[in-house]
DNA sequence: GCGGCCTGCTGGTCAGACCAGCTCACTGAC
DNA sequence: GTCAGTGAGCTGGTCTGACCAGCAGGCCGC
């Protein structure tokens, strides 16, 4: 599976015994795993390298270790955060640019309002209709606010997806996005109207959600990302980006 | 940033100092960190706990340190290993279910052969055409060689998309799909059938990467995924798989 | 001028120590 | 019999100090 650089340091004998059975199920979460001077004898290893491997296995969100905790570290649930943290690096250090940022939203946006149309139930319309107010008020509240307000927005709908990786992959994305953007473009002094927009977009998008017209929803990411974005990147990923809008059915907006 | 939940260990300071060194650009790919004693010293912190927190970096994919060098740890460049790694545990342990997954493949290898049509470069098709004599082999060679095989193709082409965020995405979902479809269904002893139909629906795509008809390449993955997986999953996610094959415009397979 | 040795440093590992505080079992009161 | 109070025994967090193997670069002898 992994390469074949073996890693010869004996912390890593404990950790890979920990994944693995983690794995394997031997090991479920709400469990306990031996204090740190009993691992240490089972391994034969001193206690230094045995925290070692409890610091590895705890960055990978599989244990936590709690001082004091005589029961020993917890064996925790599986959890997208550590995930989340580590495309968070990686997005955020990766160089990315916004045209790459921008065509991966335009399908993970269109993706969660299309299932979001079909399975939003009452409570997230509420959630929604609550975001709205939010972002309103934000308008005057400054693009910093604005801009949480409209992370939460698409958060919301991405939750309501029902889908675990378009949630998890939108909103690292939509993070990203919004920390270029907010380094970038924000110099123009028409972002009140670039809010108002925001505001319209999102009316749109909530009443095709309420409707469980999905298709229509996509199709609004789709065109609305493209109008935001289009300008701001190369002649290439404009056509890119207009494949993808094109794809749902959705219109350019006309701009010889 | 992180939530309100302050840890208290001294190798946190360490841990937190690097990344925003990192993230700040102050310390780039390739450079040095100073040794652990002097790091030691720097933070009035013991060198056990200076190893904790280089245990946390390396883990996280920013440095590496290797025994007796003698200049310090590195300072890597910006990988998706680490993100792709913590994605594969989450989707190994998360309890995801082969709807889940699959919607997410649907939308993501459909992406990926849209944006592929469009950049794909004489050698891209030439990979591929390797990978299809291959994938011929493999028919005979047994269905764990077939299935990576199959993983290849697709990986041809989410790189040759040229979007990292879908290749990274899209790999990490069709390991994890092709893990569950070993293990469940693959019962059958249509088996054969299904490696000839897969071949089959290759050549399709590749046709259409080659005419550079993204359209065709997009509606062929969803319409493919959803044939192979529809009968494996309920009512509702059969619902939403149609939803996504319709919108891009793909016919279901009528079986009434 | 140049090659080989040697010192000083590195990371990897260990043993042993101290501290603060959470748990749990035991105790005693009700 | 039940329950609150308490103390002992652990736990994780941290530090100190030590030893090892091996790489770099400076020094020395040729």
Do not use: C, K
């Not at 209709?129 to 308008?139: D, F, L, S």
Request: without cysteine.
């Amino acid at each position: 599976m992994t390469g074949g650089d073996a890693d010869p340091r004996v912390f890593q004998r404990v950790v890979d015994h920990v994944e693995r059975a983690i794995a394997g199920g031997e090991l479920a979460p709400g469990d306990r795993l031996p204090s740190e001077r009993e691992l240490g004898e089972r391994f034969a290893i001193a206690r230094t390298s045995v925290r070692e491997a409890l610091r590895v296995l705890e960055h990978a969100g599989l244990i936590r270790s709690r001082p004091r905790d005589p029961r020993g570290p917890l064996v925790l649930a599986p959890s997208p955060g550590p995930a989340r943290r580590s495309i968070a690096t990686f997005t955020s250090t990766g160089g990315f640019g916004l045209a790459e940022l921008v065509q991966f939203r335009m399908v993970a946006d269109a993706s969660a309002n299309l299932l979001a149309a079909r399975r939003r139930t009452p409570a997230d319309l509420v959630a929604l209709e609550r975001n709205t107010a939010r972002m309103r008020a934000a308008i005057d509240a400054g693009y910093v606010e604005f801009g949480l307000a409209d992370l939460e927005f698409h958060e919301i709908i991405a939750r309501a997806a029902g889908n675990r990786l378009v949630q998890l992959y939108g909103d690292v994305t939509r993070e990203a996005v919004l920390g270029l953007i907010q380094r970038t473009i924000l110099d123009a002094d028409d972002r009140h109207t670039l809010m108002l927009r925001s505001v319209r977009h999102h009316r749109a998008v909530f009443a095709a959600i309420a409707d469980r017209d999905g298709p229509l929803a996509s199709r609004l990411a789709r065109e609305t990302l493209y109008a935001y974005y289009a300008e701001h990147v190369g002649d290439d990923d404009r056509e890119i980006m207009a494949d993808l809008v094109r794809e749902v059915g959705g219109r350019l907006p006309d701009r010889p």
